[in-house]
């Protein structure tokens, strides 16, 4: 990679793990499921002009929106709002590739290979770790929710890989249409409008800050600099930048936000980023070709596509089967 590229591969790992920071100061104004709602309505808007007609079919974007956006951004939202440390999120999140490694085994029969068993193995070892440490300074109910959270991303990689979007920053952008009244609905029934309404009033300059922030710089500016660096470098050069996405999060929520990082929570954060980074090495696989002479397809060993992930939290632009490492 040019230097001005690995600058910016590093650049959009900043982004995403701050964003777990912002997120966080969002939350101080809002009540999560309404932030979480603005946080898709003005991703979508005016970008949803811009990017022009969808170019999967509407059933893949309506799963993934309801998955992603509804269920992941708005567990992740209300466990973060019931205590949940930015920084801590934004590690646990990271076992989204275990939860779609076991999704794609149940739902599409694709086996694990021996490594990536191992790699599951540490991962969930990393959270075990985390867990211990949450228990003993924070709620565990907020890292049952993330946890959750990760769980239904793993759900939304499963589907966005059978939709096999050719353009992940068009796709992302029409996916954040459908959360946005389901989030809102919930939030009047859950949270209250006079709750709501009380937030939209007391809007200032720091609120709309974290809007804006969530919205446009880690959801469209992300997606587009990953795209484009996709478009230019093989997904196996881009993928591992997403592994500093914790590191990231935990060193910006320890400097602005004073979250602790305990001895604990860094032996979790090795054994989380170690356990994803086997669980998202490449393998080979059988891949037929046609023979020349008989025409028949007969199997040659081919390399398997690397994965396309989006730490930031989103769908993976590729149907690659591997765990997508990733963001919120």
Request: hydrophobic letters at 55%.
């Amino acid at each position: 990679m040019r230097p001005s590229h690995l600058l910016l591969a590093v650049l959009v790992a900043v982004v995403w793990g701050v964003n777990f920071t912002v997120i966080e100061i969002g939350l101080g104004h809002f009540p999560p499921l309404l932030f979480s709602a603005l946080r898709f309505l003005v991703a979508a808007l005016p970008a949803v002009f811009l990017v022009g007609r969808p170019k999967v079919a509407w059933k893949w974007i309506v799963g993934v929106g309801l998955a992603l956006g509804v269920a992941k951004f708005g567990l992740l939202f209300v466990g973060m709002d019931a205590g949940m440390p930015g920084g801590l999120s934004s590690l646990v999140l990271q076992i989204q590739a275990v939860f779609t490694a076991l999704f794609a085994f149940a739902l599409l029969g694709e086996r694990p290979s021996g490594i990536r068993l191992v790699g599951m193995a540490v991962a969930l070892a990393g959270i075990g770790v985390a867990a211990a440490d949450e228990g003993t300074s924070g709620p565990l109910l907020g890292f049952a929710l993330v946890v959750a959270a990760a769980a239904c991303w793993g759900v939304s990689n499963i589907l966005t890989r059978r939709a096999a979007p050719p353009d992940a920053l068009n796709f992302m952008i029409w996916v954040s249409t459908v959360p946005v009244l389901p989030l809102l609905g919930l939030s009047l029934l859950l949270e209250g409008p006079s709750r709501d309404l009380e937030a939209l009033r007391g809007l200032d300059w720091q609120g709309a800050g974290t809007v804006l922030f969530v919205a446009w710089v880690a959801t469209v500016f992300g997606f587009g600099a990953w795209g484009w660096l996709l478009r230019r470098h093989p997904a196996s050069t881009v993928a591992p930048f997403s592994l500093l996405v914790p590191v990231f999060g935990m060193s910006s929520a320890a400097l602005f936000l004073n979250e602790p990082v305990t001895d604990l929570r860094w032996l979790a954060a090795a054994l989380l980023v170690g356990g994803v980074a086997l669980t998202s090495l490449p393998t080979h696989r059988l891949a037929p070709t046609r023979g020349r002479r008989s025409g028949r397809l007969s199997p040659t060993r081919a390399p398997e596509p690397s994965p396309a992930p989006d730490p930031e939290g989103g769908p993976a632009p590729t149907s690659d089967p591997r765990p997508v490492v990733g963001r919120p």
